[in-house]
């Protein structure tokens, strides 16, 4: 599943080339691609048309674009193999085509494409700035509005493994299993260490490691393990080739030269150095 890095990616792109532009016609070729806007396909459709998008946000895992004439938004979840194209307008449909979005200039389209049909677009309120069904999520690191200090209480005050609680998108949004390994890494942290250990300092260690591999994913157009993940012009990123820990199983720990290992961790695999990340006792 794309993660914050893969998603700013997307949303780059959807920035450059869809804000200002009004929305001429949308049509869903999936039913199953808004199963969230519970009105259904007619009243989606119909609510689009006439719109001018009036920029690309993003909140750790999710998109959405606002719209003119309302506080109001479209929100788009990518999944598992979701894809935003833009693509021109005479172009053939895609295979897995869901949702497509034409413009009143007649310039290129914006497609919605998933093959695995996890990911989801909906119209929905603003709260405030962030669109009501995820108003509860965290606040992602890169955020001005994300509060280093009252993280790092919460974090301490869980008392469970640091790595849940990276996945944890109450208590910090965007970081996924991926990224998580990467900065425990950074950080010379066991996922398994509890986090009431943790003392400030290596809190503060530890975000800032996130926030140094996601912006290094970042220059990289992010990871892209299969064809799935590409940015807004069909194009893969190149971070995997930067990986330290994730996916590197029995190679060599760059810093120490130890065989890289896996372990099993909530039904996903979960990569760490054994010497430079000691499981606790």
């Not at 790092?152 to 849940?164: F, G, Q, S, V």
């Not at 260490?193 to 591999?213: D, F, H, I, N």
């Not at 064809?227 to 060599?252: I, Q, T």
């Amino acid at each position: 599943m794309p993660e914050l890095p893969e998603v700013e990616v997307v949303r780059r792109g959807l920035a450059r080339w869809v804000t200002g532009r009004e929305i001429a016609s949308a049509e869903v070729l999936h039913p199953r691609a808004i199963r969230r806007h519970a009105p259904g396909a007619d009243e989606f459709t119909d609510r689009l048309k006439g719109r001018t998008v009036l920029s690309a946000r993003r909140r750790g895992k999710y998109l959405w674009l606002p719209l003119s004439g309302a506080e109001e938004a479209l929100l788009a979840h990518l999944g598992m193999s979701g894809q935003l194209l833009v693509v021109d307008q005479d172009s053939p449909p895609e295979k897995h085509l869901r949702v497509r979005l034409r413009f009143a200039d007649g310039g290129p389209d914006l497609r919605f494409v998933d093959q695995r049909t996890f990911g989801h677009v909906m119209l929905t309120p603003l709260a405030g700035d962030v669109p009501e069904p995820i108003s509860h999520i965290a606040p992602d690191p890169f955020e001005a509005a994300f509060d280093e200090a009252g993280f790092t209480r919460r974090l301490r005050a869980r008392r469970t493994e640091i790595k849940r609680a990276l996945l944890d998108q109450s208590l910090i949004s965007g970081v996924g299993n991926i990224y998580a390994d990467e900065a425990l890494w950074m950080a010379r942290l066991h996922g398994s260490r509890s986090t009431e250990t943790l003392t400030r300092p290596k809190v503060a260690e530890l975000l800032a490691a996130v926030r140094t591999v996601m912006s290094a994913a970042l220059e990289q157009g992010g990871t892209s393990f299969d064809s799935l993940y590409v940015n807004v012009n069909g194009e893969s990123g190149y971070f995997e080739r930067s990986l330290e820990a994730y996916g590197r199983r029995d190679l060599p720990c760059s810093r120490c030269g130890t065989a890289i290992r896996r372990e099993v961790f909530m039904n996903r695999s979960s990569y760490s150095c054994p010497r430079c990340q000691r499981r606790p006792r």
